[in-house]
């Protein structure tokens, strides 16, 4: 998510990441002004009319946000593009079964953006139609900096209705993909949905030779797709790979009786963050490089087994990579000690974790490549 991506805030507990492809679309917007290009106001009004863009693109992804926390399965961080968003939902929430009721449920969440475009589309017009009726909706350019609050009206109305489509990931390829997965995995149902938005995007950009805005959007849905693409490899990843396979077995391990200068010794010579900590031949808690940091600098030096973590996860060999890190995410671990007929045979840190999801995710992309 962060590599085309930057944090613009919270709302409602949600992450908002505006991607990079908006930087793009003021330089366009800039570019293909036909009357105020040269002029001074050029710059300001771009960005105003690139501001109601994302503004609208905002309400339309929380519509989608409120109505999927309605239903249980709150959104932790929205990617936002010019025509809509990509969101992470909040896996450890969601039935360990999928319902024969899931696609109903992601149906509801899916159509919530265009409602909500449309609706505020229609307060808008009303609005312009009340106090300024000298503003003719219909007027070309439809979209332009010379008049905002018709650009207003038809960002909301383009928004809703392209989102409508049948193109993953825009919210009708939601649905699709929706009913796809009633006959298949999901991640199959959501490859086949992504081929198809593939699809669109190319006739989107082809028909950019008619007017211009149809590459913005073209080249909008395609990276929105390759966002999802690399999500559904990752959680395939996710799903598929056993913790055995990626642990760590050759691991540093402190003693409560260490002293915070002893251990600091050992983090040192270590390119281990985190640490358990054993007391003969049980696991008694967990330490982290920084945590041992933090106290020799508020508490002078001490031992481990006053400032270690006693609160920890345990898991299996057998389990999944996507076990392990709900267990992590869930409590803001940082690791956890893989056993074996309740024996430390390993350990997983959330470092090593997600370097290792990255290369097995990268690995079967080039597979199926060639």
């Known amino acids: ?18 991607h990079l492809s908006f930087f793009f679309l003021f330089v366009f917007v800039l570019w293909t002004n036909p009357t105020t290009g040269q002029s001074a106001a050029a710059g300001p009004r ?33 990617i936002l593009l ?14 360990a079964q999928p319902n024969s009721d899931d696609w109903k449920r992601d149906t509801r969440i899916a159509l919530a953006g265009p409602l909500a475009s449309l609706l505020v589309a229609f307060i808008v017009l009303m609005a312009v139609h009340s106090a ?44 699709l993909r929706a009913i796809f997965a009633r006959k298949m995995d999901s991640v199959r149902a959501t490859r086949r949905a992504v081929s198809i938005g593939h699809t669109f995007a190319m006739a989107f950009m082809f028909a950019g030779v008619k007017d211009l805005w149809f590459i913005v959007i073209g080249l ?17 990843v996710l799903e598929n790979v056993q913790l055995e396979d990626v642990m760590l077995t050759d691991f540093a391990t402190l003693s409560p009786a260490d002293t915070l200068e002893d251990a600091l010794d050992k983090a040192v010579h270590s390119l281990q ?15 982290s490089k920084q945590k041992i940091l933090e106290a020799l600098r508020s508490e002078g030096n001490g031992y481990v087994q006053a400032v270690m973590n006693r609160i920890f996860e ?49 690995s079967r992309k080039l597979r199926r490549e060639t």
């Open 46 to 78: 771009s960005l105003a009319l690139v501001g109601i863009i994302f503004a609208c693109v905002v309400i339309h992804e929380l519509a989608h946000s409120l109505v999927s926390m309605h239903e249980g399965i709150p959104a932790k961080a929205v």
């Open 273 to 287: 963050d985190d640490f358990p900590v054993i007391r003969g031949s049980d696991m008694v808690g967990v330490i």
């Open 132 to 175: 300024a009726p000298e503003i003719r909706i219909v007027w070309q350019p439809l979209v332009s900096v010379s008049n905002l609050p018709r650009s207003l009206f038809w960002v909301n109305l383009f928004l809703g209705a392209i989102n409508l489509l049948p193109a993953y990931p825009l919210d009708g390829g939601r649905v």
């Open 220 to 236: 909008s849905l395609f990276a929105a797709a390759q966002l999802v693409e690399r999500s559904v490899v990752f959680q395939s």
């Open 314 to 362: 345990v898991a299996q060999k057998k389990e999944t990579l996507a076990s392990a890190f709900r267990k992590l995410t869930s409590r803001n671990l940082s690791i956890i000690p893989i056993v074996e007929d309740q024996r430390l045979v390993g350990i997983v840190t959330l470092q090593n974790l997600m370097h290792s999801m990255a290369l097995l995710a990268e």
């Open 82 to 95: 010019p025509i809509g968003g990509v969101s992470l939902t909040d896996d450890s929430r969601q039935p």
């Open 1 to 18: 998510m962060r590599n085309w991506s930057i944090p613009v805030g919270r709302l409602f507990g949600v992450d908002l990441r505006i």
